[in-house]
Protein backbone atom coordinates (compact mmCIF):
# COMPACT_ATOMS: atom_id res chain seq x y z
CA UNK A 1 0.00 0.00 0.00
CA UNK A 2 1.30 3.19 -0.69
CA UNK A 3 2.54 5.75 2.20
CA UNK A 4 0.06 8.21 0.55
CA UNK A 5 -2.80 5.91 1.51
CA UNK A 6 -2.00 5.40 4.89
CA UNK A 7 -1.61 8.98 5.35
CA UNK A 8 -5.18 9.45 4.81
CA UNK A 9 -6.14 8.10 7.83
CA UNK A 10 -6.51 10.31 10.84
CA UNK A 11 -5.97 7.36 13.31
CA UNK A 12 -4.40 3.78 11.30
CA UNK A 13 -3.61 0.21 12.36
CA UNK A 14 -0.16 -0.31 13.68
CA UNK A 15 0.34 -3.76 13.57
CA UNK A 16 3.75 -3.93 14.90
CA UNK A 17 2.81 -2.31 18.19
CA UNK A 18 4.13 -3.74 21.18
CA UNK A 19 2.04 -6.05 23.04
CA UNK A 20 -0.95 -6.42 20.55
CA UNK A 21 0.50 -9.72 19.74
CA UNK A 22 2.66 -12.42 21.22
CA UNK A 23 4.65 -15.17 19.31
CA UNK A 24 3.62 -18.32 19.72
CA UNK A 25 5.20 -21.69 18.65
CA UNK A 26 3.22 -24.65 16.89
CA UNK A 27 3.03 -26.94 13.72
CA UNK A 28 1.34 -26.96 10.47
CA UNK A 29 -0.38 -29.79 9.01
CA UNK A 30 2.76 -31.29 7.70
CA UNK A 31 3.87 -31.31 11.90
CA UNK A 32 6.45 -28.66 10.90
CA UNK A 33 7.10 -26.31 13.40
CA UNK A 34 5.32 -22.69 12.96
CA UNK A 35 5.90 -19.51 14.92
CA UNK A 36 2.73 -17.45 14.54
CA UNK A 37 1.92 -14.22 15.89
CA UNK A 38 -0.96 -14.39 17.97
CA UNK A 39 -3.30 -11.36 19.28
CA UNK A 40 -3.26 -11.09 22.74
CA UNK A 41 -6.63 -10.43 25.22
CA UNK A 42 -6.57 -8.54 28.30
CA UNK A 43 -9.64 -7.62 30.54
CA UNK A 44 -10.29 -4.00 30.73
CA UNK A 45 -12.38 -2.55 33.87
CA UNK A 46 -14.48 0.56 33.15
CA UNK A 47 -15.56 3.32 35.52
CA UNK A 48 -18.08 5.90 35.40
CA UNK A 49 -17.81 8.34 38.84
CA UNK A 50 -16.03 6.07 40.84
CA UNK A 51 -18.71 2.99 40.38
CA UNK A 52 -17.64 -0.08 38.61
CA UNK A 53 -19.60 -0.63 35.30
CA UNK A 54 -18.27 -3.78 33.26
CA UNK A 55 -15.41 -5.43 32.91
CA UNK A 56 -14.32 -6.37 28.62
CA UNK A 57 -11.48 -8.16 27.08
CA UNK A 58 -9.68 -6.19 24.78
CA UNK A 59 -6.16 -5.82 23.17
CA UNK A 60 -5.38 -2.98 25.22
CA UNK A 61 -5.22 0.19 22.47
CA UNK A 62 -6.87 3.27 22.78
CA UNK A 63 -8.48 2.85 26.34
CA UNK A 64 -9.74 5.79 26.93
CA UNK A 65 -11.79 5.80 23.90
CA UNK A 66 -13.24 2.39 24.50
CA UNK A 67 -14.06 3.70 27.44
CA UNK A 68 -15.66 6.78 25.83
CA UNK A 69 -17.65 4.72 23.19
CA UNK A 70 -19.07 2.77 25.31
CA UNK A 71 -20.36 4.82 27.64
CA UNK A 72 -21.53 7.29 24.92
CA UNK A 73 -23.21 4.06 23.14
CA UNK A 74 -24.90 2.55 26.02
CA UNK A 75 -26.68 5.65 26.42
CA UNK A 76 -24.84 6.42 30.19
CA UNK A 77 -23.75 9.70 29.41
CA UNK A 78 -26.66 12.05 28.55
CA UNK A 79 -26.53 14.18 25.99
CA UNK A 80 -24.57 17.21 26.31
CA UNK A 81 -22.71 15.65 29.41
CA UNK A 82 -19.80 17.59 30.23
CA UNK A 83 -16.87 14.93 30.74
CA UNK A 84 -14.24 16.25 32.88
CA UNK A 85 -11.80 13.66 32.99
CA UNK A 86 -10.79 10.51 31.37
CA UNK A 87 -8.18 8.44 32.95
CA UNK A 88 -6.51 4.90 32.55
CA UNK A 89 -4.29 3.33 34.73
CA UNK A 90 -2.25 0.49 33.02
CA UNK A 91 -1.07 -1.04 35.93
CA UNK A 92 -4.59 -1.60 37.13
CA UNK A 93 -5.90 -2.30 33.85
CA UNK A 94 -8.67 0.21 34.76
CA UNK A 95 -10.14 3.50 33.26
CA UNK A 96 -12.13 5.88 35.07
CA UNK A 97 -14.63 8.50 33.48
CA UNK A 98 -15.71 11.55 34.96
CA UNK A 99 -18.72 14.07 34.24
CA UNK A 100 -19.64 17.10 36.05
CA UNK A 101 -23.50 15.65 36.95
CA UNK A 102 -25.29 12.94 37.51
CA UNK A 103 -25.42 9.92 35.35
CA UNK A 104 -27.75 6.91 34.37
CA UNK A 105 -25.58 4.10 35.22
CA UNK A 106 -27.65 2.84 38.08
CA UNK A 107 -30.90 2.42 36.04
CA UNK A 108 -29.11 1.23 33.19
CA UNK A 109 -27.52 -1.31 35.38
CA UNK A 110 -30.83 -2.96 35.96
CA UNK A 111 -31.24 -4.35 32.69
CA UNK A 112 -28.26 -6.33 31.06
CA UNK A 113 -28.55 -8.22 27.87
CA UNK A 114 -26.01 -10.85 26.19
CA UNK A 115 -25.26 -9.92 23.04
CA UNK A 116 -24.33 -11.97 19.90
CA UNK A 117 -20.84 -9.78 19.87
CA UNK A 118 -17.69 -11.65 20.06
CA UNK A 119 -15.84 -11.15 23.47
CA UNK A 120 -19.24 -11.58 25.36
CA UNK A 121 -20.65 -7.90 24.25
CA UNK A 122 -22.85 -6.90 26.81
CA UNK A 123 -25.96 -4.05 26.40
CA UNK A 124 -27.17 -2.31 29.50
CA UNK A 125 -30.83 -1.08 30.10
CA UNK A 126 -33.16 -1.30 26.91
CA UNK A 127 -31.31 -2.00 23.96
CA UNK A 128 -34.26 -0.10 22.34
CA UNK A 129 -34.07 2.59 24.27
CA UNK A 130 -33.26 6.18 22.59
CA UNK A 131 -34.24 5.21 19.32
CA UNK A 132 -38.09 6.18 20.32
CA UNK A 133 -38.65 8.60 16.76
CA UNK A 134 -35.27 8.69 15.82
CA UNK A 135 -34.73 9.21 11.89
CA UNK A 136 -31.03 9.38 10.52
CA UNK A 137 -30.24 11.67 8.26
CA UNK A 138 -31.42 10.60 4.55
CA UNK A 139 -27.95 10.99 3.04
CA UNK A 140 -26.94 9.58 -0.67
CA UNK A 141 -24.16 7.32 -0.73
CA UNK A 142 -22.44 6.86 -4.02
CA UNK A 143 -21.41 3.14 -5.23
CA UNK A 144 -18.11 4.50 -5.64
CA UNK A 145 -17.84 5.47 -2.74
CA UNK A 146 -18.34 2.20 -1.48
CA UNK A 147 -15.80 0.53 -4.14
CA UNK A 148 -13.10 3.08 -3.49
CA UNK A 149 -13.35 2.71 0.70
CA UNK A 150 -13.38 -1.38 0.22
CA UNK A 151 -10.19 -1.78 -1.90
CA UNK A 152 -8.71 0.81 0.38
CA UNK A 153 -9.64 -0.27 3.45
CA UNK A 154 -8.68 -4.26 2.24
CA UNK A 155 -5.65 -2.93 1.54
CA UNK A 156 -4.50 -1.20 4.67
CA UNK A 157 -1.89 -3.15 6.58
CA UNK A 158 -3.79 -4.39 9.99
CA UNK A 159 -3.72 -6.98 12.80
CA UNK A 160 -6.31 -8.70 10.93
CA UNK A 161 -3.83 -9.24 7.89
CA UNK A 162 -1.38 -10.18 10.05
CA UNK A 163 -2.69 -12.40 12.81
CA UNK A 164 -7.00 -12.75 12.12
CA UNK A 165 -8.68 -13.22 15.26
CA UNK A 166 -9.46 -9.95 15.03
CA UNK A 167 -12.30 -7.26 14.09
CA UNK A 168 -12.09 -3.66 12.39
CA UNK A 169 -14.30 -0.62 12.29
CA UNK A 170 -13.53 2.42 9.90
CA UNK A 171 -15.05 5.50 10.53
CA UNK A 172 -15.59 7.11 6.72
CA UNK A 173 -16.46 10.15 4.93
CA UNK A 174 -17.10 9.78 1.51
CA UNK A 175 -14.46 8.03 -0.20
CA UNK A 176 -11.93 8.26 2.27
CA UNK A 177 -11.43 6.20 5.38
CA UNK A 178 -10.57 8.78 8.86
CA UNK A 179 -10.46 6.25 11.28
CA UNK A 180 -9.65 2.71 11.83
CA UNK A 181 -9.93 0.56 14.89
CA UNK A 182 -9.74 -2.96 15.65
CA UNK A 183 -10.71 -5.32 18.60
CA UNK A 184 -11.35 -8.90 19.44
CA UNK A 185 -14.71 -8.19 19.82
CA UNK A 186 -16.61 -5.83 16.53
CA UNK A 187 -18.42 -3.75 19.66
CA UNK A 188 -15.46 -2.70 21.10
CA UNK A 189 -13.91 -2.03 17.66
CA UNK A 190 -17.01 0.16 17.21
CA UNK A 191 -17.27 1.99 20.75
CA UNK A 192 -13.52 2.74 19.99
CA UNK A 193 -14.49 5.21 17.39
CA UNK A 194 -17.30 6.49 18.96
CA UNK A 195 -15.11 7.44 21.80
CA UNK A 196 -13.05 9.26 19.05
CA UNK A 197 -15.72 10.95 17.76
CA UNK A 198 -17.10 11.75 21.30
CA UNK A 199 -13.87 13.07 22.23
CA UNK A 200 -13.02 15.47 19.32
CA UNK A 201 -16.40 16.35 18.61
CA UNK A 202 -17.10 14.75 15.38
CA UNK A 203 -20.68 14.29 14.56
CA UNK A 204 -21.93 11.65 12.24
CA UNK A 205 -24.51 12.81 10.14
CA UNK A 206 -22.24 12.84 6.56
CA UNK A 207 -20.03 9.53 7.69
CA UNK A 208 -20.32 5.82 6.78
CA UNK A 209 -18.98 3.31 9.49
CA UNK A 210 -17.53 0.71 7.60
CA UNK A 211 -17.23 -3.18 9.70
CA UNK A 212 -16.02 -6.45 8.86
CA UNK A 213 -18.58 -7.95 11.59
CA UNK A 214 -21.80 -9.35 11.13
CA UNK A 215 -24.44 -6.33 11.33
CA UNK A 216 -26.59 -7.58 14.10
CA UNK A 217 -28.81 -5.43 15.97
CA UNK A 218 -26.37 -4.13 17.87
CA UNK A 219 -24.16 -3.09 15.84
CA UNK A 220 -27.04 -1.19 13.89
CA UNK A 221 -27.83 0.45 16.97
CA UNK A 222 -24.28 1.56 17.86
CA UNK A 223 -24.33 3.53 14.68
CA UNK A 224 -27.54 4.91 14.79
CA UNK A 225 -26.89 6.17 18.23
CA UNK A 226 -23.31 7.76 16.61
CA UNK A 227 -26.00 9.22 14.17
CA UNK A 228 -24.07 7.73 11.36
CA UNK A 229 -26.78 7.03 8.30
CA UNK A 230 -24.59 4.20 6.88
CA UNK A 231 -23.46 0.97 7.98
CA UNK A 232 -21.57 -1.18 5.39
CA UNK A 233 -19.91 -4.41 5.73
CA UNK A 234 -18.18 -7.32 4.72
CA UNK A 235 -20.43 -9.64 6.47
CA UNK A 236 -23.98 -10.27 6.51
CA UNK A 237 -27.31 -9.35 7.91
CA UNK A 238 -29.43 -10.50 10.81
CA UNK A 239 -33.19 -10.05 10.35
CA UNK A 240 -33.49 -7.80 13.60
CA UNK A 241 -30.72 -4.87 12.57
CA UNK A 242 -32.51 -5.03 9.21
CA UNK A 243 -35.49 -4.41 11.15
CA UNK A 244 -34.36 -1.46 13.01
CA UNK A 245 -32.86 -0.21 10.27
CA UNK A 246 -35.17 0.36 8.14
CA UNK A 247 -37.07 2.00 11.05
CA UNK A 248 -34.15 4.42 11.76
CA UNK A 249 -33.91 5.16 8.25
CA UNK A 250 -30.28 3.81 8.06
CA UNK A 251 -29.09 2.78 4.45
CA UNK A 252 -27.76 -0.84 5.22
CA UNK A 253 -24.97 -2.52 2.81
CA UNK A 254 -23.70 -5.76 3.37
CA UNK A 255 -21.88 -8.83 1.84
CA UNK A 256 -19.29 -6.54 0.33
CA UNK A 257 -16.99 -8.03 -1.77
CA UNK A 258 -14.91 -6.52 -4.55
CA UNK A 259 -18.04 -4.76 -6.12
CA UNK A 260 -20.79 -7.13 -5.06
CA UNK A 261 -22.79 -5.94 -2.69
CA UNK A 262 -26.74 -6.49 -0.92
CA UNK A 263 -28.35 -3.52 0.51
CA UNK A 264 -31.39 -4.25 2.79
CA UNK A 265 -32.39 -0.85 3.99
CA UNK A 266 -31.85 2.31 2.11
CA UNK A 267 -31.78 1.03 -0.97
CA UNK A 268 -33.66 4.45 -2.19
CA UNK A 269 -30.47 6.78 -1.40
CA UNK A 270 -28.07 4.78 -3.25
CA UNK A 271 -26.69 6.69 -6.01
CA UNK A 272 -25.73 3.60 -8.86
CA UNK A 273 -22.53 6.07 -10.24
CA UNK A 274 -20.17 3.30 -10.94
CA UNK A 275 -20.39 0.34 -12.98
CA UNK A 276 -20.44 -2.86 -10.88
CA UNK A 277 -18.47 -4.67 -13.26
CA UNK A 278 -15.94 -2.40 -13.73
CA UNK A 279 -12.59 -1.80 -12.57
CA UNK A 280 -10.38 0.91 -10.44
CA UNK A 281 -10.12 2.47 -14.28
CA UNK A 282 -13.45 3.09 -14.02
CA UNK A 283 -13.58 4.73 -10.88
CA UNK A 284 -11.02 7.30 -11.51
CA UNK A 285 -12.49 8.04 -14.87
CA UNK A 286 -15.56 8.91 -12.63
CA UNK A 287 -13.58 10.90 -10.31
CA UNK A 288 -11.69 13.18 -12.94
CA UNK A 289 -15.78 13.46 -14.72
CA UNK A 290 -16.82 15.43 -11.36
CA UNK A 291 -18.89 12.17 -10.48
CA UNK A 292 -18.30 12.30 -6.54
Not at 43 to 63: C, K, Q, R, S
Not at 104 to 111: H, I, M, S, V
Not at 165 to 173: D, K, N, R, S
Not at 286 to 292: D, F, H, M, N, V
Request: with cysteine; hydrophobic share 40%.
Amino acid sequence: MLRDDIDEYLIAPDPGRVGLTRALTGVDETGAEVELGVVEERPLTIFLNGHEIVTAMTIGDYPEYLALGFLHNQGMLAAGEAVTGVDFDEELETVVVRTDGQTTYEEKLKKKTRTSGCAVGTVFGDMMEGLEGLELPAALVRTSWLYALAERINRTPSLYLEAGAIHGTVLCQQDRPLVYMEDVGRHNAVDKIAGWMVSEGVTGEDKILYTTGRLTSEMVIKCAHMGIPVLASRSGFTAWGVDIARQVGLTLIGRMRGRRFQCLSGNERLVRDADPKGGAGEDRKLRRKGSL
